[in-house]
């Protein structure tokens, strides 16, 4: 049976990538966060694939959120 990815997490872990790049005081990290949170809590491993992006995703958008409150406190 051929697995189908998660839209969700592949959408949160493109987001987290660009979050490193771009950041605007961590929002792009939440959207980041938001997003593959939602695709790590409806993931179905019986029929979806690629877990590791939500995952990936998740850490990615924590990052560049405590990055971004931190350049707003500095």
Same mark, same amino acid.
């Given at each position: =049976? ?5 839209? =969700? ?12 790049? *771009?950041?605007?005081? /961590?929002?792009v990290?939440?959207v #980041? ?5 939602? /695709?790590? /809590?409806?993931?179905? #491993? ?6 590791? =992006? #939500? *995952? ?5 958008? *924590? ?10 406190? #500095?």
């Amino acid at each position: =049976m051929n697995k189908k990815n998660n839209t =969700m997490a592949l959408v949160g872990f493109i987001l987290g990538l660009v979050s490193l790049l *771009i950041n605007f005081w /961590g929002l792009v990290g939440i959207v #980041a966060c938001v997003f593959s949170g939602v /695709g790590l /809590g409806t993931f179905n #491993a019986e029929l979806e694939k690629n877990r590791w =992006m #939500a *995952i990936v995703g998740l850490i990615l958008g *924590i990052f560049s959120i405590l990055y971004g409150v931190i350049s707003l406190l #500095a």
